[in-house]
T-cell receptor, first 112, second 115 residues
Framework: RKEVEQDPGPFNVPEGATVAFNCTYS??????FFWYRQDCRKEPKLLMS???SGNEDGRFTAQLNRASQYISLLIRDSKLSDSATYLC?????????????FGTGTSLTVIP | DAGVTQSPTHLIKTRGQHVTLRCSPI?????VSWYQQVLGQGPQFIFQ???????GRGNFPDRFSARQFPNYSSELNVNALLLGDSALYLC??????????????FGPGTRLTVL
């Protein structure tokens, strides 16, 4: 079983729509959670960390549900520029040190 | 401020050769992590270094090794290259190597092609 699983999509949504991505993780020892955005043939860029109480940054809202072991990202009022692949990531501290796991990414295309 | 820098940007090697990839973290950051990203997949964690010590290792063979220098830059070495090593190699830097929120910032990557 993969440590982190995401629906690969693709998600095609009209401008102005609200879209939500979920990501599940398998290791209950996961400590830290992140969403990254990756444009085609570019490096991932940190979008936001995901805190236990949930957090918001403009049109973006991230939630963490430890009981069900998933994190979510909500994008409101989608813009054309939001088209990208969204990657979730978790950090686990094991007896061999830090381990970082990324999902395969969810592709979003915002349509005019 | 300069972000994470990596060199070279592109590299072509043949099977069996050795490759060294380099990374300079964001100024003030002491932790560097290395990832391999194959097309269509998320980054796969290879190593994390903090204060010149290995702090984490992913599930990669011993052909992969790395080190961190006193100035916090890092090298990733891959020996006996295989076709399957063709990928984008990403370096990420963070200000801390321990603790909960290791927010990592990626460099542009080195695209390695093995023929």
């Amino acid at each position: 079983r993969k440590e982190v699983e995401q629906d690969p999509g693709p998600f095609n949504v009209p401008e102005g729509a609200t879209v939500a991505f979920n990501c599940t993780y398998s290791n209950s020892a996961s400590q830290s959670f992140f969403w990254y955005r990756q444009d085609c043939r570019k490096e991932p860029k940190l979008l936001m960390s995901v805190y236990s109480s949930g957090n918001e940054d403009g049109r973006f809202t991230a939630q963490l549900n430890r009981a069900s072991q998933y994190i979510s990202l909500l994008i409101r009022d989608s813009k054309l520029s939001d088209s990208a692949t969204y990657l979730c990531a978790v950090k686990i501290l094991s007896n061999t040190g830090n381990q970082f796991y990324f999902g395969t990414g969810t592709s979003l295309t915002v349509i005019p | 401020d300069a972000g994470v820098t990596q060199s070279p940007t592109h590299l072509i090697k043949t099977r069996g050769q050795h490759v060294t990839l380099r990374c300079s973290p964001i100024s003030g950051h002491k932790s560097v992590s290395w990832y391999q990203q194959v097309l269509g997949q998320g980054p796969q964690f290879i190593f994390q270094y903090y204060e010149k010590e290995e702090r984490g290792r992913g599930n990669f063979p011993d052909r992969f090794s790395a080190r961190q220098f006193p100035n916090y830059s890092s090298e990733l070495n891959v020996n006996a290259l295989l076709l399957g090593d063709s990928a984008l190699y990403l370096c990420a830097s963070s200000s801390i190597g321990i603790g909960s929120y290791n927010e990592q910032f990626f460099g542009p990557g080195t695209r390695l092609t093995v023929l």
